[in-house]
């Protein structure tokens, strides 16, 4: 599975953004996919999961209330909905996939496909 990230941009401080993220090359539709973030000189961490099915998804505390994740399975396409944004919401995101269930969403242990990364710039 190849995943394609895009959709990252510079915006101001409480605007939003939707970031996509695009499968080929497998049954992407079998795989729960993740949205996850590394700021500079900090470690990659969990934003956002969702399962196979779409029927659960999973959000950082930090993100909860602010980012919708959905996905078109008709599409291959999963996406990050980012409302209300902050300028600690500053880093590079990646999708990923992986055979994840709803309690294995956060574990970044769980996904084996990753796209190339965007970057998002929120200016205060």
């Known amino acids: 599975v190849q995943l394609q990230a895009s959709g990252g941009g510079v915006v101001q401080a409480g605007g939003s953004l939707r970031l996509s993220c695009a499968a080929s090359?497998?049954?992407?539709?079998?795989?729960?996919a993740g949205w996850f973030r590394q700021a500079p000189g900090k470690e990659r961490e969990f934003v956002s999961g969702?399962?196979?099915?779409?029927?659960?998804?999973k959000y950082a505390d930090s993100v909860a209330g602010r980012f919708t994740m959905s996905r078109d399975r008709a599409r291959n396409t999963v996406y990050l909905q980012m409302n209300s944004l902050k300028p600690e919401d500053t880093a590079v995101y990646y999708c990923?996939?992986?055979?994840?269930?709803?309690?294995?969403?956060?574990?970044?242990?769980?996904?084996?496909?990753w796209g190339q990364g965007t970057l998002v710039t929120v200016s205060s």
């Open positions: 969702i399962t196979a099915s779409g029927g659960s998804t």
């Open positions: 990923a996939a992986g055979r994840t269930i709803s309690s294995s969403l956060r574990n970044i242990g769980a996904y084996y496909y």
């Open positions: 090359g497998g049954t992407f539709y079998n795989y729960g």
